[in-house]
């Protein structure tokens, strides 16, 4: 149980649907972070939400909309995907205060057709 | 453009000798520095992190070395364990204002060999 779960783990679908990622912390965590990691590339920073806003969008395309309701849920909404986005999500959580690591869930492994 | 960089792939070690994990950076802002593991299906966990006002920090097996004018971090686990076999990440924060933002390495995948 890494304190930060994942849901769905695996996902597969079509460039004109419709899906969402979730996340939730139960470490009472102020900042939730999204990260893709595709094939050979280093974890790469998308969102970040300290305390519900949004304090990073790191020139993710529109087709990818972060959601956090509060400070204990993340949301990843997809649409109209390219097959390129096929990777793995993770979610992240952090206290928030600088100096502080992040709590990674299992991550969602999403795949494009 | 890497900022944090993990010029070796892989790296094999026999049981019971040492693992030394290298990673260079570029960013002259970064001041906090940590090392992820990562096994296949799992998210990274956390393993240990470094100040920039240290040149070191031990937790057990694990030992992290800073050497700022280098720009060059390593992790070293002695003795290895075949546990310990996992892809291994640097990462680096300190050039923003929005606290925790990790710039990652392409990560090491460890073997340790029984």
């Known amino acids: 149980e890494t304190g930060v779960t994942q849901t769905p783990r695996h996902l597969v679908m079509g460039m004109t649907n419709k899906k969402s990622l979730k996340c939730e912390q139960h470490?009472?965590?102020?900042?939730m972070y999204w990260y893709k990691q595709s094939a050979k590339k280093p974890l790469e920073l998308m969102f970040v939400?300290?305390?519900?806003?949004?304090?990073e969008n790191n020139s993710v395309p529109s087709r990818f909309s972060p959601e956090c309701p509060n400070s204990s849920h993340l949301f990843l909404h997809l649409h109209t995907l390219q097959p390129e986005d096929s990777a793995l999500y993770l979610c992240?959580?952090?206290?928030?205060?600088?100096?502080?690591?992040?709590?990674f869930g299992n991550g969602t492994r999403l795949t494009v057709t | 453009d890497q900022q944090v960089k993990q010029n070796s792939p892989s790296l094999s070690v026999q049981e019971g000798r040492i693992s030394i994990l290298n990673c260079d950076y570029t960013?002259?802002?970064?001041?906090?520095f940590l090392w992820y593991k990562k096994y296949p299906a799992e998210g990274p966990t956390f393993l240990i992190s470094?100040?920039?006002?240290?040149d070191k920090n031990e937790d057990g097996r694990f030992t992290v070395f800073l050497n700022k004018s280098a720009k060059h971090l390593s992790l070293h686990i002695v003795p290895s364990q075949p546990g310990d076999s996992a892809v291994y990440f640097c990462?680096?924060?300190?050039?923003?204002?929005?606290?925790?933002?990790?710039?990652f390495g392409g990560g090491t995948r460890l073997m340790v060999k029984p």
């Open positions: 992240a959580s952090s206290p928030g205060a600088y100096n502080s690591p992040l709590h």
């Open positions: 939400y300290n305390f519900k806003e949004q304090t």
């Open positions: 990462a680096a924060s300190g050039d923003n204002n929005a606290g925790n933002m990790l710039t």
């Open positions: 470490l009472g965590h102020n900042a």
């Open positions: 960013n002259s802002m970064f001041d906090y």
């Open positions: 470094i100040s920039s006002i240290k």
